[in-house]
């Protein structure tokens, strides 16, 4: 069974830096890529950060600048450093693994951790 583990989320203050980390494993299956999103009460999920196997790497825009992805796809693990936090980066960041099966590309979520940024 695939497992996608998300951590390191809690309280931080407006300016602050955190440091996420997501891990998976179960699979038998190539990993593609690793994905962080992110979902505030009331709005939408949004894309945080994404990592690929090559190491590329994107973001969304409201992140730019103040987060970066990093680790190792191969190794199944990636981290989110997130500095210069603002009280709109508050909501639970989730992590998801895109694996190459052979039916084609299937997506294991986490259950997310939460990140609140408040003084």
């Known amino acids: 069974q695939v497992q996608v583990v998300e951590s390191g989320g809690g309280l931080v203050q407006p300016g602050g830096s955190l440091r996420l980390s997501c891990a998976t494993s179960?699979?038998?299956?190539?990993?593609?890529?690793m994905v962080w999103y992110r979902q505030a009460p009331g709005k939408q999920r949004e894309l945080v950060a994404i990592?690929?196997?090559?190491?590329?790497?994107n973001y969304g825009d409201s992140v730019k600048g103040r987060f970066t992805i990093s680790g190792d796809v191969a190794k199944n693990t990636v981290y989110l450093q997130m500095n210069s936090l603002k009280p709109d980066d508050s909501a639970v960041y989730y992590c998801?693994?895109?694996?190459?099966?052979?039916?084609?590309?299937?997506?294991?979520w986490g259950e997310g951790t939460l990140v609140t940024v408040s003084s």
């Open positions: 998801y693994a895109d694996y190459s099966e052979p039916g084609g590309a299937v997506v294991y």
């Open positions: 179960g699979s038998r299956f190539s990993l593609w890529a």
């Open positions: 990592r690929t196997i090559a190491g590329t790497t």
